[in-house]
């Protein structure tokens, strides 16, 4: 499919970020882990016992927000939530590490389906301008 030259960047970020979330959605529908919930769940598969403070943190999103997901991951059988002094730390459970660990190498293999088009310095310069976008915006 050909685009116009005068489209701007949001409509492919756009096209981008829902064919991600349609490829994640199809391979992880057994575990019903919607695309929302799974960058929580790597964070915390990647940071054990971090709080949900730092979460929100790390992901910025509001702790409300973190909450509510963290519930869904907990009803889930996902992670638990340790109550230690004022904070909550967040532990995976073996079930939620299967799945965190499936999502990730799906992650892995939505990459290098994204680099078959490009050359190795188109697909790192493309992660810098998209990471200094990041870093801009936030």
């Known amino acids: 499919m050909a685009f116009d030259d005068n489209i701007p960047t949001a409509p492919f970020i756009s096209i981008m970020y829902r064919e991600h979330a ?60 340790i109550k230690d002094k004022r904070k909550k730390i967040i532990k995976i459970t073996p079930k939620g590490g299967k799945i965190a660990q499936k999502v990730m190498d799906l992650d892995e293999m ?19 301008t998209l990471r200094k976008i990041s870093e801009e915006l936030i």
């Open 22 to 81: 349609k490829y994640i959605n199809d391979n992880v529908k057994e575990e019903e882990l919607s695309f929302g919930l799974h960058p929580l769940l790597i964070k915390i598969y990647r940071n054990e016992g971090i709080s949900q403070e730092e979460l929100a943190e790390a992901l910025h999103l509001n702790e409300s927000t973190i909450a509510r997901n963290l519930k869904k991951l907990e009803d889930k059988g996902f992670i638990e939530r």
């Open 110 to 128: 939505w990459d290098k389906k994204l680099k078959s088009n490009l050359t190795d310095e188109e697909y790192d310069n493309l992660l810098k």
